[in-house]
């Protein structure tokens, strides 16, 4: 069975990974990270980036705006963290400890059953 595409985005750091959905739209909110979840944001921050390279890492990237020369992009590639940028309304359309798969090299974020 074919797995069921949520969202498209711009590929802007390659990689293929699955893990649960952590919703973060304010500073104070990095606690709910836990190591090995996906972090969706409207965009990433410096603050954002500099938080989550060293006390929440997490195994991918995804935001409602930016494109492949953003900032967060530069910083997704340099940590090896795959990243989907521009995937309009991913704050909306994804949902708190939804496990899913990440395809960065497409710009695919599929649901994982």
């Known amino acids: 069975m074919p797995k069921k595409i ?4 711009i590929p802007a750091s390659p990689g293929n ?6 919703i973060v739209n304010f500073l104070n909110e990095v606690k709910k990270l836990t190591k090995g979840d996906i972090l969706v944001t409207s ?3 410096p ?3 500099s938080i989550i ?3 929440f890492p997490v195994l991918g990237i995804i935001t409602d705006k930016g494109g492949t020369t953003c900032h967060a992009a530069i910083v997704a590639r340099e940590l090896k963290i795959p990243y989907i940028a521009g995937a309009i309304d991913a704050t ?3 949902k708190n400890n939804t ?3 990440l395809d960065s090299e497409r710009g695919i974020i599929y649901e994982k059953a």
Not at 6 to 9: A, E, M
Not at 17 to 22: F, L, N, R, T
């Open 6 to 9: 949520i969202l498209k985005g």
């Open 17 to 22: 990974v699955e893990g649960k959905v952590k």
């Open 43 to 45: 965009f990433l921050t």
């Open 47 to 49: 603050d954002l980036v």
């Open 53 to 55: 390279r060293k006390d």
């Open 92 to 94: 909306k359309k994804l």
């Open 99 to 101: 496990f899913i798969s």
